[in-house]
């Protein structure tokens, strides 16, 4: 008679990661490239450690509160099913915590876009000992890391318990306030790990060929989402950009100040299938101020076009008026029989790439933290070189294809005028106004 085996910490975690799992430093840095398993690693030591120590609480924290549910909540989930002790474990999503039933420690799920609730944090048992930040490099200022730092986790902590800040992300741009915080000068505080698919014990075959033809097609983007080195900012075709949590609702009001009027919201679709993804982007553009918000996406493979118009639908722009891609006609004709009554197609023509490109320059970006995909396109999208390393007219051909959705949308700006609807316009001699007409205008 056999007996089923308990199955080995070591095969459920991993290699690649035992210095990042045994640090005690005050600061636990990882930044690494897609598919590298940084934040499933980090969710299981974050568990196990939890139940080690009694006393211990953790908080984990993002820019934005609502983006919890379909990543941290999600993987530290994963890591309590793999681990083998969901009975232990009890999960609620309102609020969104969990506690260990046991002890009644406690995992808590905080946003930088509430910083009072943010700084106020405190546990009912024990010490709120451990911080952990996922896609660190959304949070933009300095200033709101350091707000987070002083106040959690804060005070002394009993032996055996430590205090510890760890920060996940994807090294998008050597520019960012990470790097000069964490990795240009040695700090004993500090222990930083880089991490790469390679590390990745648990991919197949087909994850590999998507780095392989990256590194190909797209050696710059590989550096990063491969290899997890820094970003280099140097040949980017959209430089004025930046990540900033806002209300869509809210685009264009300030205090008192309501100047919606200012913008016209545009929405682009590019047609993928197998190994590029249907890319569709949501934006308010301003071309008064020369600004243009970033607010929704969609970027997903094997979308069928139903699949595209009811994504669209759930979103709530299925009355919007959308510009797709020209070269897609019968996608195009086939959404509008499925509901997106108002897709139109995209206008191509000589230099329309570079034209649109240079029209976009002229506006500063501002994209929301949810926009992932945008942040990872506009991070990499780089002019293309020849081989002696001279920078060419043109763009890199890959890893664009929110970029050209968004080049789609903008072409919706063409004739838009605002017009301050507080000012008001007088008529042209000899001409009619509505107010000439009893019981208002009906034509």
């Known amino acids: 008679m056999t007996t089923s085996s308990k199955p080995r910490l070591s095969d459920i975690v991993g290699g690649g990661y035992g ?16 598919g590298s398993k940084k934040s499933t690693t980090t969710a299981l030591n974050l568990i196990l450690r939890l139940m080690q120590y009694p006393g211990s609480n953790l908080l984990v924290v993002r820019q934005v509160m609502d983006t919890h549910r379909s990543s941290t909540f999600a993987q530290l989930s994963w890591a309590i099913g793999r681990l083998g002790v969901a009975s232990l474990w009890k999960r609620t999503v309102s609020p ?9 420690q406690k995992i808590l799920f905080r946003g930088f876009d509430d910083v009072l609730k943010l700084a106020s944090t405190t546990v009912d048992k024990g010490f709120l000992c451990w911080v952990w930040i996922e896609e660190a490099y959304e949070i933009e ?14 005070g002394q902590v009993p032996e055996p318990l430590f205090k510890q800040t760890t920060l996940t992300f994807n090294p998008w741009s050597e520019t960012h306030w990470l790097k000069a915080r964490f990795f240009d000068r040695p700090d004993d505080q500090v222990d930083t790990f880089t991490t790469t698919y390679l590390d990745n014990e648990f991919l197949d075959d087909t994850d590999r060929a998507v780095f392989s033809r990256m590194e190909k097609e797209n050696p710059r983007r590989y550096q990063v989402a491969g290899l997890g080195n820094w970003g280099v900012a140097e040949g980017l075709v959209y430089e004025r950009w930046k990540v900033e949590n806002f209300d869509p609702a809210c685009i264009g009001m300030t205090g008192d100040k309501d100047e919606r009027w200012k913008y016209r919201h545009i929405f682009g679709l590019d047609y993928g299938y197998t190994n590029d993804p249907t890319a569709f982007v949501a934006a308010a553009a301003n071309p008064i101020d020369k600004r243009l918000y970033i607010y929704d996406e969609i970027y997903e493979t094997r979308l069928l076009n139903s699949n595209i118009a009811k994504r669209v639908m759930d979103k709530g722009y299925g009355k919007e008026r959308i510009i797709a891609d020209c070269a897609e006609p019968k996608s195009n004709e086939d959404l509008r029989r499925l509901g997106l009554s108002r897709v139109m197609p995209s206008a191509k023509g000589k230099d329309s790439i570079l034209n649109g490109i240079a029209a976009l320059q002229d506006y500063e970006m501002i994209v929301h ?3 992932k995909n945008a942040i990872t396109e506009l991070s990499s999208y780089c002019w293309d070189k020849d081989k002696a390393g001279n920078t060419l007219n043109r763009p890199v051909d890959t890893s664009n294809h929110l970029m050209d959705a968004l080049r789609y949308a903008f072409q919706d700006m063409k004739h838009f005028v605002p017009s301050d609807p507080s000012i008001k316009r007088r008529t042209p001699r000899g001409m009619l106004s509505t107010e000439d007409f009893q019981g208002g205008w009906t034509g």
Do not use: I, N
């Open 19 to 34: 210095s990042f799992w045994h640090s005690r430093a005050r600061y636990r840095v990882l930044k690494g490239g897609k």
């Open 96 to 104: 969104m915590e969990m506690t260990y039933l046991p002890t009644g």
């Open 141 to 154: 200022q300095e200033a709101d890391f350091e707000k987070l730092d002083l106040s959690v986790p804060r």
């Open 369 to 371: 933290p949810r926009c």
